[in-house]
């Protein structure tokens, strides 16, 4: 499975967009990227997934270049609601199990 | 559909007692694993399945067994409790398909050995 890097905390204000990079250099053809959120006492909760350029969707950007080495999501306008940690996993869809990093701690403040 | 269930919600063991935590899904997922998450930490996988039947280990197997008699069901067996097992248990179940991979998990169970 190709390994992960992400920082390890991040802080915001409300309304602010934040960006969290993943880098992945080991990424294999086959691999997509996921990202998952995760509240205090909850499980994570899948948030976006994407294999090159860009996704988007109602809650999340998810930008990937050409080389797939790295990924960015991005949180446009956070709020309070969006203090979690944020995991970046990489595997292919044969895909029964991912193993989850330390993830990110995002919080985001008034 | 309730997606995924896991009981009980919260344990508490004495070193040595053996016991079982349950999941189901209800979203006919052939994938489900079990990862435990102690403070601080990420996931880590315990054991997965991709089929009823069929097991594999994941990163941190020992001191647990699992089965799959069943699609829905995936329980997760500690034989012989020690402190180091005091974590956060999910389970989770993996849709896959073409382009898409998503994986759904239960609320968790918190156990506590002492």
């Known amino acids: 499975l190709a390994k992960t890097t992400q920082p390890i905390s991040m802080d915001s204000y409300e309304g602010q967009e934040v960006n969290i990079t993943c880098s992945h250099n080991n990424i294999a053809t086959n691999d997509y990227i996921t990202w998952y959120q995760q509240f205090p006492s909850q499980g994570p909760r899948f948030i976006i997934q994407?294999?090159?350029t860009k996704v988007t969707n109602e809650v999340a950007s998810l930008f990937i270049p050409a080389d797939r080495k790295s990924s960015t999501l991005s949180l446009p306008r956070v709020s309070l609601s969006d203090t979690a940690v944020y995991y970046c996993l990489v595997g292919d869809n044969s895909g029964y199990a991912l193993n989850f990093g330390k993830g990110t701690s995002l919080l985001v403040t008034p | 559909n309730a997606g995924v269930t896991q009981t009980p919600k919260f344990q508490v063991l004495k070193t040595g007692q053996s016991m079982t935590l349950q999941c189901a899904q209800d979203m006919n997922h052939e994938y489900m694993s079990w990862y435990r998450q102690d403070p601080g930490m990420g996931l880590r996988l315990i054991h997965y399945?991709?089929?009823?039947?069929?097991?594999d280990q994941g990163e941190v197997p020992n001191g647990y067994n699992v089965s799959r008699s069943t699609t829905e069901d995936f329980p997760l067996r500690l034989l012989s409790a020690a402190p180091s097992q005091t974590s956060v248990y999910f389970c989770a179940s993996t849709t896959s398909g073409a382009n898409q991979e998503t994986q759904y998990f239960g609320p968790g169970t918190r156990l506590l050995v002492l």
């Open positions: 994407g294999y090159k």
């Open positions: 399945s991709v089929g009823a039947g069929i097991t």
